[in-house]
């Protein structure tokens, strides 16, 4: 799952880049590729969140780890 959600940043920052070199893009686009980034953001906090839940959580990256941790004190 991680390797695909890295996959999917990496995608939109190649795209983000091209806006840039190009004409920008369209507001819809850029508002779509920043939504995008959140999403996947998001996505990684659920399951790092699922994946300590299931009691895996010592297999977890540390930026997972910390990305939890964080999500829980912003939500709080």
């Known amino acids: 799952m991680e390797e695909r959600i ?3 940043e990496s995608d939109i920052h190649q795209r ?3 806006l840039c ?3 920008g893009g369209t507001e819809e686009e850029r508002a779509a590729l920043v939504n995008a980034m959140s999403g996947l953001r998001v996505l990684r906090i ?3 969140s699922w994946l300590e839940q299931q ?3 010592g297999t977890l990256p540390t930026k997972l780890r910390s990305q939890i941790s964080e999500n829980r004190t912003t939500n709080n």
């Open 6 to 8: 890295q996959k999917a």
């Open 16 to 18: 983000r880049l091209v």
């Open 21 to 23: 070199q190009d004409h």
């Open 46 to 48: 659920n399951v790092a």
């Open 55 to 57: 009691n895996l959580g």
